[in-house]
């Protein structure tokens, strides 16, 4: 029969099911391999073909290392917690598991509809309470965890409140917050329970501080940077604030200088690896003391540019500095207020883009330069942010752009410095070409002055050497429902983790998804909800970074009730080998995952210290938009007209986003596009030859572009495979590229001359066990040679080129050799899986076993080039071609030739007066 891939792709869909074909245990003799792609959150829109790119990728490679002897973990599953289904539910007042439960099926048919080899017995969903039951008892080890210092890594809790008790805080090197106290053994052992608790909790890895957040009140929650776009919230587009308030975070800057050099150890994108690093942000520098004159306050400002220090004109302080308040004078007091205010309505990401705008408001307030004892202004302005270095920065207008530009606006002082050089000069200090007067570093080059100044700070009391890295703690804590519940509770005001043994804390129901009235998040409506009946829940949930900054491990031993995994499990697939997924996720998922994973071998759980050696991003398949053009009217009004692309530059018109659906190698339908709506019922169109033709332009697939291509529709008309090869064949797996459905249909035929190969013209399946001949073998092994180097170096897209020209030969030879086409079998089935697995099974194999084949061993013997196909020429026209011998010498080429029936034909029994032969080139008959 011919090509039937509906049927073909459905039986094995459902043969490999049934059988857990690609299912593997935690223990064997093969060299193990881990494939991992980002796992999605399942959204009701379900996949467009964009999606899939990565997957099918991963899957390529996951069946080809199969067949290479290497025993695969290719697992699957969920990051089910999220916010558009709680929005959903605050709409409906329909549970989010529900619809969750929903939009997984819909996935999870789409998925299985592709044939992708994943082991779903390991499917786990980070909403799942098995799954997030381990979520929360690593939300326990950070919280009862430290970081020393001395031994670079982190520690239990338990070890620094022995120290504290035995020593006291002299000594101790620790991460901790800058206010944390200094005290004695005793002093410590005085405290009350409420007090030692408090100061550790400026110790632990999770803590609660009060922090500066992106508040969203119509979403009743936090958001993260990238939940924020131009001060709205990226879903619902509603204004977001500034807010200071009580918030969980993880001090995931404790491990800074681990993350940058782990950086150095893994094979990333270099793009992406370079995001990390500005991300992370190390700078060495110094530390420096402001004292703000006629107080004891002291301002403190992280600069990499000491050796400007005699060029500060004036500070410059976040608007959310926690010294603001008290720096404010009367008469500035509305100003500041006002200005502060503004400054609530932008997102950190948008103060940190805007380079142009230039706003500020002066305290009133003075503080002392430490080495000249002059008074310098404090100004406060959006461009410094409170989480960034100490929230304060020393402005030098002379060395820096953005403080030359605020100085120039509000007409401030510009203080010129010149290689150190001693220039005292009375001018002005307000016009510009001011110099300083330095005798610290007179005449010193830069590596002579930093350290000289450091020094006289240090004498001085009011600076010092420092490491500064620009990354801050992440914020833990959402104001939302659907999301794990932290495992904490509160006594007299101050957090404690509920005992491992009660895990999982689950979520409880409550009669809306939304806060109180009192403003406190939804988990507050819950009834009766107390730890012991006594103490009150954390009412945030978790982020949704939280369960996807370790499910890897999970996969490793998804069903283990005892450990987040088991100790077997974890050593023997020990890290991924392959990750493929989103640059999006370079300084979110990426950098938190790497933080925990880095956490968990701290504490003896983990042997690696990063989990995902390589890493690949996906590039974006874009949509091609098309465009119909309304007629406007004298008053720039549309009309119920529409004029054909290659006729609107005549008229005055608008353009429009047309369904694709309705498109066909860009002409419109016009009957589906009048039914399409009902004020496009009575449209007319000014046609061109006939036919109404449309614009076109390739954008982000959404649906506001009318441009989603859904997979179902092309597996419907076209079958996976093809789908999955057509994928491939798009361009290089990390470019973007724009989908064209119009360039399937080749990659659909070479499916259908591939399955020709292996029957009659009657469709009778029919092969040969005769031997290959040389030309066939040929064939064969420069596709097992290519494929190898293609998957081996993540270029799928030539491999699909390969495959269609060697079925090109392979057919021209009329090759129907059982010992080339199911090699040809094994090496096409990482991309086509279903229709190999058919004609393996018509092959004579044992059904299913094609996943677990051998991949057929390259032989450079068949490649080497011992025979040529000679043209001969009578009189200097070619008339035929012969295969010959290299090997042959002139000599015996022309024996060869003269004795060939065909020649001899040809010469009608004619004697030629010379034969010219140029070897390995052409062979001459002159009659």
């Keep these: 029969m011919d090509y039937q891939f509906k049927t073909i792709e459905k039986k094995w869909q459902q043969f490999w099911a049934n059988n857990q074909t690609f299912k593997v245990n935690n223990t064997s003799d093969k060299p193990k391999y881990y494939v991992l792609d980002m796992f999605p959150y399942p959204s009701g829109a379900g996949l467009h073909v964009g999606h899939p790119l990565g997957y099918i990728a991963s899957d390529v490679f996951a069946r080809y290392k199969r067949l290479r002897g290497y025993q695969v973990l290719h697992p699957m599953g969920y990051d089910s917690f999220g916010l558009p289904a709680e929005q959903y539910a605050i709409q409906t007042g329909q549970h989010p598991s529900i619809t969750t439960t929903v939009n997984i099926k819909r996935y999870r048919e789409q998925l299985d509809n592709l044939g992708f080899s994943f082991d779903w017995s390991r499917e786990v969903r980070t909403s799942d309470p098995t799954y997030y039951k381990w979520t929360q008892w690593i939300f326990i080890q950070l919280f009862n965890a430290y970081y020393n210092i001395l031994r670079d890594r982190a520690e239990p809790i338990e070890n620094l409140v022995r120290t504290f008790e035995q020593e006291g805080s002299a000594g101790v090197q620790a991460v901790c917050d800058e206010d944390a106290l ?119 400002v992280f600069t990499t540019r000491i050796d400007t220090i005699y060029g500060v004109s004036f500070l410059v302080l976040a608007p959310e500095h926690e010294l603001v308040p008290t720096l404010i004078t009367d008469t500035q007091r509305q100003t500041v207020e006002a200005y502060i205010e503004q400054t609530k309505k932008r997102s950190e990401r948008d103060r940190m883009a805007d380079t142009k705008t230039v706003s500020g408001a002066f305290t009133g307030s003075y503080a002392v330069h430490p080495l000249t004892g002059k008074q310098v202004p404090i100004w406060i302005a959006d461009y410094v942010l409170a989480g960034y270095g100490t929230g304060a920065v020393m402005a030098v207008p002379s060395g820096d752009q953005r403080d030359y530009l605020f100085a120039k606006h509000f007409d401030l002082p510009i203080i010129k410095i010149l290689d150190g050089q001693q220039i005292d000069d009375e001018a002005d200090s307000r016009k510009e070409g001011h110099y300083i007067n330095s005798d610290v570093i ?131 697939w020990q890290a991924v080998d392959l990750y493929i997924g989103g640059s999006e996720h370079a300084t979110g998922h990426l950098l938190y995952s790497r933080f925990w994973n880095k956490f968990l071998k701290d504490i003896g759980k983990v042997r690696e210290e990063e989990p995902f050696k390589k890493l690949i991003n996906q590039g974006m398949i874009q949509g091609r938009s098309n465009f119909v053009y309304r007629l406007l009217d004298e008053e720039g009004k549309g009309t119920d007209t529409f004029v054909s692309y290659g006729l609107k530059d005549q008229y005055k018109t608008t353009p429009l986003h047309v369904d694709v659906h309705m498109v066909h190698n860009d002409v419109l339908d016009v009957d589906a596009f009048k039914a399409s709506r009902p004020d496009y019922a009575q449209a007319v169109f000014i046609l061109e030859h006939g036919k109404y033709i449309c614009g076109y332009e390739i954008e982000k697939m959404s649906k506001s572009k009318f441009n989603v291509i859904n997979p179902d529709d092309i597996v419907e008309q ?44 009657t469709f009778r399946f029919t092969v040969s066990d005769e031997q290959p001949t040389k030309a066939e073998l040929k064939s064969l092994h420069k596709i097992i040679k290519k494929v190898e180097e293609d998957i081996e170096r993540f270029s799928f897209n030539t491999s699909v080129s390969s495959f269609m020209i060697c079925v090109n030969e392979l057919t021209d030879l009329k090759c129907n050799k059982r010992t080339i086409l199911q090699n040809l079998v094994i090496v096409l089935s990482p991309y086509a899986p279903h229709i190999c697995e058919e004609l393996w099974a018509l092959l004579g194999n044992e059904p299913g076993s094609l996943s677990y084949a051998t991949y057929p061993k390259f032989n450079p013997d068949y490649l080497i080039e011992n025979e040529f196909e000679y043209p001969i020429s009578f009189n200097g026209k070619m008339r035929m071609k012969l295969q ?44």
């Design 718 to 761: 076209y079958g996976a495979d093809t789908l999955r090869m057509y994928e491939m064949f798009l361009g290089p797996l990390e470019q973007s590229k724009p989908w064209n459905t119009n360039g399937i249909e080749g990659v659909y035929k070479f499916l259908r001359k591939c399955w020709k190969l292996f029957h009659d013209q």
């Design 884 to 927: 010959l011998s290299l090997s042959l010498t002139p000599k015996e080429v022309e024996e060869k030739v003269l004795a060939n029936e065909d020649v001899q034909r040809y010469l009608d029994g004619k004697t030629p007066k010379k034969v010219i032969v140029v070897a390995g080139k052409i062979v001459n008959v002159v009659v």
């Design 182 to 300: 200094s005290f004695s053994a005793d002093e410590w052992n005085a405290f009350t329970e409420q007090q030692q608790q408090s100061e550790l909790l400026k110790y632990r890895l999770a803590y609660l501080k009060e922090s500066s957040v992106n508040w969203c009140p119509a979403l009743g929650t936090v958001l993260a940077n990238d939940e924020v776009k131009d001060g709205v919230s990226e879903r619902g587009g509603y204004p977001v604030i500034q807010k200071k308030m009580m918030q969980w975070s993880m001090r995931i800057t404790a491990y800074a200088e681990r993350l940058l050099k782990g950086l150095d150890t893994i094979d990333w994108p270099e793009p992406l690896v370079e995001m990390q690093r500005n991300w992370i942000g190390k700078s060495i520098g110094a530390s420096v003391l402001f004292k703000v004159a006629s107080t004891v306050a002291t301002i403190e």
């Design 442 to 572: 007179n005449g010193l080059i830069y590596a002579e002055a930093v350290p000289k100044l450091i020094q006289l700070l240090e004498e001085r009391g009011q600076g010092k050497a420092k490491v500064n890295y620009r990354m801050r703690d992440a914020i833990f804590g959402r104001q939302r429902y659907w999301g794990e519940p932290v495992p904490v509770y509160f006594k007299e005001g101050l957090p404690y983790v509920i005992q491992e043994t009660e895990l999982p804390l689950l979520l409880p129901e409550v009669d809306k998804y939304l806060p109180t009235e009192t403003g406190e998040p939804p988990l507050g409506r819950a009834k009766d909800w107390k730890y012991h009946q006594q103490y009150a829940y954390e009412l945030s949930t978790m982020p949704g970074w939280a369960g996807s900054s370790w499910y890897w491990y999970r996969y490793m031993d998804a069903h283990n009730e005892n450990a987040f995994a088991s100790q077997e499990a974890i050593d023997y």
